[in-house]
C-alpha cells in the first residue's frame, strides 16, 4: 500500500534475529569495529591511506567547469523525482523487464558509464566498483561477501545504460511522500520545482508514513540502489541481510551520515544502521586514483559471483 505502506507492519513487526546478531558471539562484529554503539551517530573515519583529505570528498560547493554536471543532475532529480514517479518505477521494474544476464555482463555493460551526480570521481562505474570491493576485501577477508557486496552496490546504475536518464538512476536517495530531510544535496531550494513540495500529503515531516514503520516500508526516490535490491531479492540470492541493507540504502545519507528519518526507523534499521555506515566508508574514501589491474583480480571475483549469485538473474 503506496499510500500509506507502514500502518499493518508498524504496529506488528517483532525484529528477527538477524546476521548481525548471530555474528555478536563469535567476535565478528567487534573484527567490524562496530563495538562502540556511539559510532552510529557519526561518519566513521577511513582505515585507509586517501589520496585527499577527508574533508573535500562530497564536496559540493563552488562547483564549476565539468563538475557543474553535478549541480545540475541534482537539481533535476529533486524536481522529478515525485512519490508518484518513484513509486511507478518500482512497479515498472517489478517483474524483471530488462532480462536475463549474468552479474559479470552486466558489469561489462556498466563499464562505461560515468556518474554525473559524484563531484569525487570522474572515472568510470566498474572502476569504483572494484576499488571498494578491493579495499573492503584487504580489510576483511573474513567476510567475503562483504567484498562481494563492495563490487556490485551500483551495478544497478546499469539502468542509465538501458535508457534511464541519471537523474533517475545515480546520486544520494531521500524518502519520497514525506518533506525532504535538511540534509539533503543542495537543500530545500533543490525541491522548489518539484509538485510535492506544494501537496498537502507530502511535505510534512511524516507525510503518509506512520511513527517508526520502517525504511522497508517507505518509497525512497527511485535510483540504482533500490532497483540493484530488488534484482536480488527476485533472484534469492544468498547475500546476509547487512548486505542487502547495504545496497539497498547505501546512497540514503541523510540517514546514515546525517541521523535524518530516526521518526520513520524501526528496530532493525537502527540494527543495520552500522553496518551501512561502515560499507558507506569504504565506498566514499575508496574514490582515488589508484586503479586496480582488473585483469589480475576478476578471477576471485569471478568465484565469489559463482558462489553467491551464479548464472543468469532475470534483471
Keep these: 500500500n503506496l499510500r500509506n505502506p507502514g500502518v499493518t507492519l508498524c504496529s506488528t513487526m517483532k525484529l528477527l534475529p538477524t546476521h548481525l546478531e548471530k555474528l555478536e558471539g563469535n ?3 567487534s573484527s567490524l569495529g562496530l563495538d562502540d554503539p556511539s559510532e552510529i551517530y557519526r561518519p ?30 541534482y537539481y533535476e ?29 552486466m558489469m561489462d555493460l556498466v563499464a562505461g ?36 557486496v563492495g563490487l556490485i552496490h551500483d551495478l544497478g546504475k546499469v539502468l542509465a545504460m538501458k535508457g534511464e536518464p541519471q537523474w533517475a538512476v545515480v546520486g544520494d536517495i531521500f524518502v519520497t511522500g514525506c518533506k525532504p530531510s ?21 511535505n510534512t515531516e511524516y507525510g503518509i508514513y506512520q511513527p517508526h514503520c520502517g525504511l522497508e516500508n517507505v518509497v525512497t526516490s527511485w535510483g540504482h540502489d533500490e532497483y540493484m535490491f530488488q534484482v536480488l531479492k527476485r533472484n534469492n540470492v544468498q547475500i546476509p541481510e547487512e548486505g542487502l541493507y547495504m545496497i539497498r540504502f547505501h546512497s540514503l545519507y541523510p540517514w ?9 526507523c524501526n528496530e532493525k534499521d537502527n540494527a543495520m544502521l552500522p553496518w551501512v555506515q561502515k560499507f558507506s566508508s569504504f565506498d566514499l574514501y575508496s574514490k582515488g586514483e589508484k586503479i586496480p589491474v582488473i585483469e589480475e583480480i576478476r578471477p576471485f571475483y569471478e568465484d565469489l559471483i559463482a558462489q553467491y549469485c551464479p548464472g543468469k538473474l532475470l534483471w
Excluded: C
Design 182 to 202: 535538511p540534509s539533503v544535496v543542495f537543500g530545500e531550494p533543490s525541491f522548489a520545482k518539484n509538485p510535492d513540495s506544494t501537496d498537502p500529503r507530502y
Design 113 to 148: 558509464l560515468v556518474d554525473e551526480s559524484d563531484p569525487d570521481t570522474s572515472l568510470t562505474n566498474d572502476i569504483h566498483m572494484y576499488q571498494t570491493a578491493e579495499r573492503i576485501r584487504a580489510a576483511y577477508p573474513e567476510h567475503p561477501w562483504f567484498a562481494l
Design 256 to 264: 546514515h551520515h546525517h541521523s535524518d528519518y530516526k521518526h520513520l
Design 27 to 29: 567476535g565478528a562484529l
Design 44 to 73: 566513521k573515519p577511513p582505515e585507509f591511506e586517501l589520496d585527499k583529505d577527508v574533508e573535500n570528498f562530497r564536496n559540493y560547493e563552488n562547483l564549476d567547469g565539468e563538475m557543474l554536471r553535478v549541480r545540475d543532475t
Design 77 to 105: 532529480m529533486h524536481t522529478k523525482q515525485t512519490h508518484e514517479f518513484a513509486s511507478s518505477q518500482r512497479a515498472k521494474y517489478k517483474e524483471g523487464i530488462i532480462g536475463r544476464y549474468s552479474v559479470l555482463e
